[in-house]
């Protein structure tokens, strides 16, 4: 069973920037290779329903963004050290809420239509207990 966990949230102004990291483990225990897990970032504000913003193939290889993050946020991985990046520009107050990392053996946890992320698989294998970002305005 992969195991991932978020790190990297807090508070900043409106305008600055954010990274955020997702490291996953047990994938030795597993058999597994981190290059074969599909990764993505879901996103919950208060009150509503959690979001898929962002996902990333195994190889690195194809991104997806939903449109309200898309040419502000960059989502990449490192593959040598099992771990997952979203790199956040331009925060808005509406970005603020819980992040978090999700990561399936199969299947993208995004759901895609052209290069576009336009939902989210909940079904995915792994999640994250979350990590919080708050925008100030």
């Known amino acids: 069973q992969v195991q991932v966990m978020e790190s990297g949230g807090g508070l900043v102004q409106a305008g600055e920037s954010l990274t955020l990291s997702c490291t996953a483990s047990g994938l030795t225990a597993s058999g597994l290779s981190f290059d074969t897990i599909q990764m993505g970032w879901f996103r919950q504000a208060p009150g509503k329903q959690r979001e898929a913003i962002s996902c990333?193939?195994?190889?690195?290889?194809?991104?997806f963004y939903a449109d309200s993050v898309k040419g502000r946020f960059t989502i990449s991985r490192d593959n040598i050290n099992n771990r997952l990046f979203l790199r956040m520009s331009e925060l808005k107050p509406e970005d603020a809420g819980i992040y978090y990392c999700?990561?399936?053996?199969?299947?993208?946890?995004?759901?895609?239509?052209?290069?576009?992320?336009?939902?989210?698989?909940?079904?995915?294998?792994?999640w994250g207990q979350g990590t919080q970002v708050t925008v100030s305005s």
């Open positions: 999700a990561a399936d053996r199969s299947y993208l946890p995004c759901i895609i239509k052209g290069r576009s992320v336009i939902g989210g698989r909940n079904d995915s294998g792994s």
């Open positions: 990333i193939t195994g190889s690195g290889g194809a991104t």
